[in-house]
């Protein structure tokens, strides 16, 4: 299976790239928002994506679906598994950053959900009934197309540490304030879960 690709850009389509990769040329589909950052890249630029890939007895021709960060990549999933919106409704839909639709999910804002391409009320309502309280880290995203993975450590808050400033782009300095914030206005907190939700639930009230 393949789950990350650097190569040479051959070639923009409307919703895909050609990438080359050790001279084989791979179809990738972009969301629109990953779209979006590809508008400043020209033929022949290093590109680098992390793969989602999708193949079925239903859709046996696999598909490679790219994006910026591995949080991205797993925001999607999360987004795939609520009945309805499979990988490219969910391609389609993207329109705006994770982040945003995160937020929107975290503060039940449904209206903001059927603003996206081709969801309706029903289809918001179903998004939020299985994802509310589960992407409260993905709403934390920053503007920053960067991402590091490696092993977090067994402590959960060393674990959020790490997400927040490899993968969600915070700096470790915000970080440590964030979670010192969170830890302040909870002191039950005992999982790494719980701590992204009380983080976000800081974050969005500071926002309002």
Known sequence: MIGYLEGKLLKKDEDRILLLNNQVGYEILLPAFVRKTFHSKEIGDDV????????????????LIGFNLEV???FF???ISVEDIGPMKAVQALTVSVRDIARAIESR????LIRLKGIGNRTAQKILATLEGKVAKFALIRQVEKAATETPPEDFIDQVQEVLSKQLGHTVREAKELIGAALRRNKNITT??????????????NAG
Do not use: C, M, N, W
Not at 51 to 58: K, V
Not at 109 to 112: F, P
Not at 192 to 205: D, I, K, N, P, T
């Open 109 to 112: 804002d449904s209206a903001y």
């Open 48 to 63: 680098a994506l992390y793969i989602h890939y999708h193949q079925t007895e239903r859709q046996p021709k696999p598909i």
């Open 77 to 79: 999933r999360h987004f």
């Open 192 to 205: 790494a879960e719980e701590l992204f939700e009380e983080v976000y639930r800081g974050e969005a009230s």
């Open 72 to 74: 991205e990549r797993e």
